[in-house]
């Protein structure tokens, strides 16, 4: 069974930066053959659609809500996917999810959860006013 781990949530100050990771659990799973992407949550609202990466790394496309302060990186030697968070407002408060979609085009992103494959247990955001 393929798991995700998601980490570097936190408590943080409207306006500071945090930097999410993911990776997998186990040796065998390797995020290079995997697009990725990043959801999140908020209390009493659906999970919804943030960000996503192609395999290649090459492509990638943010929501309305988090462009030009979120960006989105992979690192596959390090078997690793990084959600940059800057210019963090109240809003952004929710569990962050990332997610794993197996696909064989290099520069193809995914937008819908019901695509992905894997996911992360969540990290949580929490951003003060």
């Known amino acids: 069974q393929v798991q995700l781990v998601d980490s570097g949530g936190g408590l943080v100050q409207a306006g500071g930066s945090l930097r999410l990771s993911c990776a997998p659990s186990?040796?065998?799973?390797?995020?290079?053959?995997?697009?990725m992407g990043w959801f999140r949550q908020a209390p009493g609202k659906e999970r919804e659609f943030v960000t996503a990466i192609s395999k290649s790394g090459g492509s990638t496309y943010y929501a309305d809500s988090v462009k030009g302060r979120f960006a989105i990186s992979r690192d596959n030697a390090k078997n690793t996917v990084y959600l940059q968070m800057n210019s963090l407002k109240p809003e952004d408060t929710a569990v962050y999810y990332c997610?794993?979609?197996?696909?064989?085009?290099?520069?193809?992103?995914?937008?819908?959860?019901?695509?992905?494959?894997?996911w992360g247990q969540g990290t949580r955001v929490t951003v003060s006013s």
């Open positions: 997610a794993a979609k197996s696909t064989y085009s290099s520069g193809r992103y995914y937008l819908t959860e019901y695509e992905y494959n894997y």
């Open positions: 186990g040796r065998t799973f390797s995020i290079s053959t995997y697009a």
